[in-house]
C-alpha cells in the first residue's frame, strides 16, 4: 500500500533560518506530488506541486521541492524563513491517473521572530 | 468567490445520533472528497467521487457514507456515530484526478461523547 513519511512532526526555526522538511513516499509507479500548508486557522492550501519535468519545484511565498527520483523523497526548503511561515506542512501524493491521494502526518513549523 | 464550504463548522453530538455534514463548491468540480484529520496522522481519506453518482472508498470509510446526487454537492454522512469518529473533518475539490489542485473546505470540527 502507498505511505507517505514526514520525518519531523515539530519543527522550530528562527527568523531567516534554512528549512528543509522531508518527505518519503512508498510507491513504485508513476506518481504527482504535492506540498500544502495549513496555517493557523485556515484552509489547506497547495504551496506547490511536481508531476514531470524538471525535478525542482517552485511554488508560492519562495518555497521550493526537489523530487528525487531514486530516493523516493519530495523534500521542501526556504532558504530563509519568516515568522509568517508558521504553520502545518503537509506532503501529499497520488498515482499518476488516480484518485486516491495519501497524506503525509504533517510537520507542525514554529518561527521564532 | 470559488469555495469550499462546509456545515457546520462545529457539533458536540451523542453517540447513536444520526448526523450530516454538508460539503458544497462553486467550481463546476468533477471530483470531491472528504478526509479526517487526527493528531499524528495527518489527512486520511473516507470517501471521494469522481462524478455524480460515483463515489468510492478512502482509507478509512468504516462507519460513514456518502451520497453525490449534484456535482457542486457531497454529504458526508454519519449514521451512528461514536467517540473514535471525534475528528476534523475537511472536504475537498478538484477538476479532476491525479495531478489537479484539491481545494480544500474550512473543515468542520465534530466531537461525539
Known amino acids: 500500500a502507498q505511505s507517505v513519511s514526514q520525518h519531523n512532526h515539530h519543527v522550530i526555526l528562527s527568523e531567516a533560518a534554512s528549512l528543509e522538511l522531508g518527505c518519503n513516499y512508498s510507491?513504485?509507479?508513476?506518481?504527482?506530488l504535492f506540498w500544502y500548508v495549513q496555517y493557523p486557522g485556515q484552509h489547506l492550501q497547495l504551496l506547490l506541486k511536481?508531476?514531470?519535468?524538471?525535478?525542482l519545484v517552485k511554488g508560492i511565498k519562495g518555497f521550493e521541492a526537489e523530487f528525487i527520483k531514486s530516493k523516493f523523497s519530495f523534500n521542501l526548503r526556504k532558504p530563509s524563513v519568516q515568522w509568517s511561515d508558521t504553520a502545518e506542512y503537509f506532503c501529499?501524493?497520488?498515482?499518476?491517473?488516480?484518485?486516491?491521494?495519501?497524506f503525509g502526518a504533517g510537520t507542525r513549523l514554529f518561527v521564532k521572530a | 468567490e470559488a469555495q469550499v464550504t462546509q456545515n457546520p463548522r462545529y457539533l458536540i453530538t451523542v453517540t447513536g445520533k444520526k448526523l450530516t455534514v454538508t460539503c458544497s463548491q462553486n467550481?463546476?468540480?468533477?471530483?470531491m472528497s472528504w478526509y479526517r484529520q487526527d493528531p499524528g496522522l495527518g489527512l486520511r481519506q473516507i470517501y471521494y467521487s469522481m462524478n455524480v453518482e460515483v463515489t468510492d472508498k478512502g482509507d478509512v470509510p468504516e462507519g460513514y457514507k456518502v451520497s453525490r446526487k449534484e456535482k457542486r454537492n457531497f454529504p458526508l454522512i454519519l449514521e451512528s456515530p461514536s467517540p473514535n469518529q471525534t475528528s476534523l473533518y475537511f472536504c475537498a475539490s478538484s477538476l479532476g484526478q491525479g495531478l489537479a489542485e484539491q481545494y480544500f473546505g474550512p473543515g468542520t470540527r465534530l466531537t461525539v461523547t
Open positions: 501529499a501524493v497520488n498515482e499518476a491517473g488516480g484518485f486516491k491521494t495519501i
Open positions: 511536481y508531476f514531470s519535468g524538471d525535478p
Open positions: 510507491y513504485g509507479g508513476t506518481v504527482n
Open positions: 467550481m463546476n468540480h468533477e471530483y
